[in-house]
């Protein structure tokens, strides 16, 4: 396989990197294992087909490594390498070229690390890039044109404009619930507004994370964009490198970390994190198109995503049918036994496989599902009933195929119940009455608000992305992304005409001089709101 030879010949080294807390003995890999056909049986798949386990060989990029990359990386964008608008679109469009001549390697490598089925690395990984990058190719020209504001009276022959500059070198930090789109997604904002990077996908997905590792160089500009490959216990020394700026998606805990490590540096952060995404389920909804909405969004990847929903709060009217609808979708979905689905992923590694088997087994009632297989770290599509909200699930951020399912009386117990909660990253709402929609998006707050879908607004170039409060600071996604990654300066282009207007602000001070000032500036608040006269 490509990734075994890079591996070796690569100017790197193989190194024990761990996705999670365990510490395990290094595997070798066996090259009779890595050339054994896909069985018909996704059960015995596994067993077949090597995937990423806690303590398995990944390449490692060592700390010495990563100040000589940051420093090129640096001289690239001092010598304005990066700033170019050809050199921006040459680069976007190789993001675009390298998606499209190796579909079939990024579909491979997910299913290695997650047993993705290509329906969902294609619509979920590949399109969202795609869409991003062609956006932002579209648009190029125009997000980088400067952008003339309006003159007060004392700049009538001047000219006050805002211009979009790039930050430096930017640092990317991906998650592995979405591996490929989490990396790729801020890049192309990164790369839209002039910027080098970065980019540091999770070694726990660890072949993808290692195709990102063979490709980028190969499509990208080698001096402007590196990768590095590096475990949980070096982000924060990785940032304290000082950056001119750190993208990170993942845990509320890690992002607290790299928060911290950022604020050292005083290095500007763009946070995107996990958390509890609440979904309301009004007695007023289509209960079979919600249930078939929530169950896709739910079970998706095997639950491990951001932005799915993480619990329903449901009326009592119509809590019997939804797990009715829910449990013949899932059915529909996945078949009797969603272990021998392709359709259906599998947990990343054990540390978070054990731990959504604990909150599964501790918290309310198993409606359907909730069988278990540790070799193959799979978890059965999961309903859970009779869920209160101090059971260990409703406490801690949820990346598994597990439905918690509370009851609500109305939607103002709706509302109170969301607001006691962190800020969420997103917010659901199923509904056909125009007004409960209406209430529940103005009386709460999150990231992202969507009614009657779930995740679909994450796909949507022309929305930011973003959380608020306890689920990240900042957005991204089309121009969103290019903000994010520019600094808006400021200038005013003076001439030195009018000087008689001017001069009125010099010493030495004179009543007559700050009546004219306070004259001029009345005159400006009774038109355009005008700054006063200096």
């Not at 790369?191 to 980019?199: E, K, L, Q, Y």
């Not at 006691?420 to 199923?430: G, N």
Request: charged share 20%; glycine share 6%; with cysteine.
């Amino acid at each position: 396989m490509w990734w075994m030879y890079y591996a070796v010949n690569a100017h790197i080294h193989l190194s024990p990197l761990h996705c999670g807390a365990f510490h395990e003995r290094p595997t070798k890999i066996s090259s009779k294992i890595m050339s054994s056909p896909l069985s018909p049986s996704p059960a015995n798949w596994f067993k077949a087909r090597p995937r990423t386990r806690l303590g398995e060989p990944c390449l490692k990029t060592y700390p010495v490594q990563y100040e000589d990359l940051l420093k090129r990386a640096r001289v690239s964008f001092q010598a304005k390498r990066s700033i170019k608008e050809n050199f921006r679109l040459a680069q976007l469009e190789a993001v675009v070229r390298m998606l499209e001549e190796h579909e079939c390697d990024f579909v491979d490598v997910l299913g290695r690390d997650l047993h993705k089925p290509r329906f969902e690395t294609v619509v979920s990984e590949l399109i969202p890039v795609k869409n991003e990058a062609l956006h932002a190719i579209g648009n190029l020209r125009k997000w980088m044109q400067p952008q003339h504001v309006e003159r007060n009276l004392s700049t009538t022959l001047d000219e006050c404009l805002v211009v979009n500059e790039p930050l430096g070198v930017v640092l990317i930090m991906g998650t592995w619930c979405s591996p490929v789109q989490m990396c790729l997604v801020p890049l192309v904002g990164a790369i839209a507004a002039g910027n080098c990077a970065i980019i540091s996908p999770s070694v726990c997905t660890a072949h993808t994370a290692a195709l990102l590792h063979h490709l980028i160089p190969s499509y990208l500009d080698n001096e402007c964009f590196h990768v590095i490959l590096a475990g949980a216990n070096d982000l924060t020394d990785i940032v304290e490198l000082k950056f001119d700026h750190v993208f990170f998606s993942g845990t509320r805990e890690d992002g607290i970390r790299i928060s911290q490590a950022a604020a050292q540096c005083l290095t500007p952060v763009t946070l995107v994190l996990g958390g509890k995404n609440p979904c309301y389920v009004d007695q007023h909804c289509d209960v079979t198109i919600t249930a078939q909405r929530i169950a896709w969004a739910r079970f998706h990847n095997s639950g491990q995503s951001l932005v799915a929903p993480d619990y329903i709060l449901c009326h009592l009217d119509v809590k019997t049918r939804l797990v009715q609808a829910l449990k013949c979708c899932l059915m529909r979905f996945y078949g009797s036994d969603p272990r021998e689905s392709r359709s259906f992923c599998r947990m990343v590694n054990l540390d978070v496989f054990n731990r959504t088997k604990d909150l599964l087994w501790r918290s309310g009632k198993v409606a359907l599902g909730g069988q278990v297989t540790e070799a193959e770290k799979y978890i059965a599509p999961t309903i859970l009933t009779e869920v209160d909200e101090s059971d260990p699930i409703m406490q801690q951020e949820l990346f598994g195929p597990v439905l918690p399912i509370l009851s609500v009386n109305n939607v103002d117990e709706t509302i109170s119940f969301i607001n006691k909660q962190e800020k969420a990253l997103c917010v659901y709402v199923y509904s056909n009455n125009s007004k409960v929609i209406s209430r529940v998006m103005s009386e709460t707050s999150s990231g992202r608000f969507c009614s009657n879908d779930s995740t679909l607004q994450s796909l949507i170039v022309t929305l930011p992305f973003g959380g608020v409060g306890a689920s990240g600071i900042g957005s991204y996604h089309g121009r969103s992304s290019f903000d994010t990654f520019s600094h808006r300066k400021s200038c005013l282009l003076r001439s030195t005409h009018l000087e008689c207007v001017t001069s009125l602000r010099y010493p030495p001070y004179d009543d007559r001089n700050l009546s004219l000032i306070t004259w001029g500036s009345s005159l400006s608040w009774k038109s355009q709101g005008w700054c006063q006269i200096l």
